[in-house]
């Protein structure tokens, strides 16, 4: 936790000083993360995001004062399965090659710090539109595609907002990648032959 608020803080002086203006303000996120299941242990993840946290208290002081210049989101997750992955520990491989996850938003925001909830600008999603347990793509109204992870999470937003003390209440939920023909041989969005120009450059 530690070393991360160090990092942050260094990360915050660079690119979104406190007392920045205008072309200072080199960066407006600070994403804690990336597709989750990169972090073996979810008290690790915690620590970043609790580390990152202090940083901007630090920095800019607390956000109800409303001198953050960047917002703070938590990383891109994938909820389309609910931690079905027969491992005990989440790893780089996805299970040993499986691609059931350990990404479930509820594991990864589970902090013993209500405050972080309070200040957490978005949570970030990459709603790929795979077909289930597949790198497989299918068009985005398919009712089985992983593109509707999104409506997982937004559905789990809601369920967790808490007007009354303030958890989650002004959290957005965000989508950094989006794709409907991602797979391989192809790639995100692109046809698998090049196009052929005038003259063919």
Known sequence: MGSFENYTKKFIDEFAPANGSGTQILVSNFQV?????????????????????????????????????????????????????????????????????????????????????????????????????????????????EGWQIRNLAAWLDANKNSANGVLNTTQLWSSEYGYDSNPETGVGRRPTRPTFCGDY
């Open 33 to 145: 993360g990336n597709e989750l299941w990169d972090y073996p242990v979810k008290a690790d993840y915690h620590s970043l995001l609790l580390g990152a946290r202090s940083a901007f208290i630090n920095k800019y002081g607390e956000k109800s004062a409303g001198g953050w210049k960047m917002k703070l989101v938590a990383g891109a997750f994938q909820a389309y399965r609910d931690n079905n992955c027969n491992s005990i520990l989440r790893d780089f491989s996805n299970c040993g090659g499986a691609l059931e996850r350990h990404d479930f938003i509820g594991d990864y925001l589970e902090v013993a710090d209500c405050d972080f909830l309070k200040d957490l600008d978005a949570v970030d999603c990459h709603p790929y539109s795979f077909k289930p347990g597949t790198t497989q793509w299918t068009y985005p109204e398919d009712p089985n595609s």
